[in-house]
């Protein structure tokens, strides 16, 4: 059973680019949860989506960041207009319910020029 | 919301001595309590959890104590070896919804 997917791992863009992050959640798993780790720093949860639904956004900034979960495909999350504050690991974890534990991908380190 | 503090931040032992790391959350509701370790350039890892029917858990060398009352859990680890070496996180879920993290704990062993 495959772990959770994330690509690219590393991703460069310049300032005011999009940046889309995938994730493939692990089978059977239809909860993803994102979560941003600045070097040094813990993880902050931004947004828990269950299959073309999301759940709770309230740690994701309002502007130039979204993400969706569709019926088939990876999970997507997607930054506008990329400024350097964006930089850092962009992690995914899912879960095949609400309540059992979060098993993680390997993140995506964005760095912005 | 949930907050959860996490302490010490960083935490240096000798090789073979015991480690402990402690948190506190702050939402009555979260019953659901993982740790996660994670390795420099790494993917957190689940190490243990506990859930809030449960005082504490034990595998192997790691143990985990929950106490609703104080609304503290902390995570021991025995017979520290420098594969243990990594940053530590604690967190605090209500079912699974919005799991909270502790900000870390940068464990040491030295051999």
């Known amino acids: 059973n495959a772990g959770v997917m994330q690509n690219p791992r590393h991703l460069v863009r310049r300032r005011g680019q999009e940046a889309r992050l995938r994730c493939s959640p692990m089978?059977?798993?239809?909860?993803v949860y994102w979560y941003r780790q600045l070097p040094e720093e813990g993880l902050k949860f931004m947004v828990y989506?269950?299959?073309?639904?999301?759940?709770?956004e309230s740690g994701m900034p309002k502007e130039r960041f979204s993400a969706e979960f569709p019926k088939e495909g990876p999970s997507i999350l997607r930054i506008q207009q990329v400024v350097r504050g964006d930089s850092a690991a962009y992690f995914c974890?899912?879960?095949?319910?609400?309540?059992?534990?979060?098993?993680f991908g390997d993140g995506t380190r964005l760095s912005i020029l | 919301g949930e907050n959860v503090e996490q302490h010490p931040s960083t935490l240096s032992v000798q090789e073979g001595d015991s480690a402990v790391i402690k948190c506190t959350y702050s939402d009555s509701a979260s019953n659901y309590f993982p740790w996660y370790k994670q390795e420099l350039g790494k993917r957190p890892q689940l190490i243990i959890d506990?859930?809030?029917?449960?005082g504490e858990k034990k595998d192997q060398r790691i143990a985990v104590t929950l106490n609703k009352t104080a609304k503290h859990f902390s995570l021991h680890i025995t017979e520290t070896q420098p594969e243990d070496s990594a940053v530590y996180f604690c967190?605090?879920?209500?079912?699974?919804?919005?799991?909270?993290f502790g900000a870390g704990t940068r464990l040491f062993v030295k051999a």
């Open positions: 506990i859930r809030s029917n449960v």
């Open positions: 989506l269950q299959k073309e639904n999301i759940i709770d």
């Open positions: 967190a605090a879920s209500t079912g699974g919804f919005k799991t909270i």
């Open positions: 089978k059977g798993h239809s909860h």
């Open positions: 974890a899912s879960s095949p319910t609400d309540d059992q534990p979060q098993h």
